[in-house]
């Protein structure tokens, strides 16, 4: 079984690599289709995976200057007591609990479907944008807009583990779009650093992180990760975020019926 999980983590770290998109629309629904855990459990122990990939990643976008701190400042602001109250709520409510389950199982879906959203229209948006430059938000109520942008995600994530990714790019694309894509792709990791590593704690203390699954699917993601990085510029990356969307649209629907 811990091959399995291995190989599972390689698969993850091979399309994150290759397309870009968040590890938790992948890995969390496959947790719990293909691998029958929790949903509770998944979101955990993909969250805990998340902090730690994500902070590597945030390392090299650093170094390489492509980091808006001002933005990630912003979205923290929205995003990390928006997760410490979802934990509570989670707390409050039984998160092991299985009408809780259940609930977290239709989150899920709803965020991979929100992700499908994302990777499908995204340049539409950003071509939309650019068209109606009157329409782009200034002063505070751009900064307002990125508060309560984090604030959203940080509920999403803390009970899905899925949204930071895509749904988190897009955002920042359709409020900041003069930056550049390594910018989007920096800031949004940034920031997604601290709140998954505050959702994973939070998960940590309601019991639901599996510490053998995380270690497995760490050892099969890394190098996954590099390969996907390696070939990401051989695959048409088009027809990839296709790819991608229908069988995330499958792993939705599946997760609902």
């Not at 496959?30 to 390392?59: N, Q, W």
């Not at 340049?123 to 508060?147: C, D, E, F, I, Y």
Request: glycine letters at 12%.
């Amino acid at each position: 079984m811990l091959l399995t999980y291995i190989t599972a983590g390689f698969g993850v770290g091979l399309l994150v690599g290759m397309t870009g998109v968040g590890g938790g629309s992948l890995m969390t629904p496959l947790l719990t289709l293909l691998f029958g855990v929790s949903p509770t459990v998944a979101v955990g122990t993909d969250l805990a995976f998340a902090s730690i990939t994500k902070g590597a990643g945030t390392i090299t976008h650093r170094l390489n200057g492509t980091v808006d701190w001002a933005i990630v400042r912003r979205l923290c602001l929205g995003a990390l007591p928006a997760a410490f109250v979802a934990t509570l709520g989670l707390r409050h409510f039984g998160a092991l609990d299985a009408g809780i389950g259940q609930l977290i199982r239709y989150s899920i879906a709803g965020s991979v479907m929100l992700t499908v959203v994302a990777l499908l229209f995204r340049k539409r948006m950003l071509a939309w944008m650019h068209a109606k430059p009157s329409r782009q938000l200034q002063g505070n109520s751009l900064v307002t807009a990125t508060v309560v942008s984090g604030a959203v995600l940080g509920v999403l994530v803390t009970v899905s583990s899925i949204g930071a990714g895509a749904i988190g790019a897009t955002l920042l694309v359709m409020l900041y779009p003069k930056l550049t894509p390594a910018e989007v792709a920096g800031t949004d990791i940034a920031y997604a650093v601290p709140l998954t590593a505050i959702a994973a704690l939070g998960h940590w203390w309601l019991g639901s992180i599996d510490w053998t699954l995380l270690l497995t699917l760490l050892i099969g993601s890394l190098p996954g990760i590099t390969l996907g990085s390696m070939l990401a510029r051989k695959v048409p990356e088009r027809f990839l975020r296709t790819l991608l969307a229908l069988a995330l649209t499958g792993v939705a629907a599946k997760l609902i019926y």
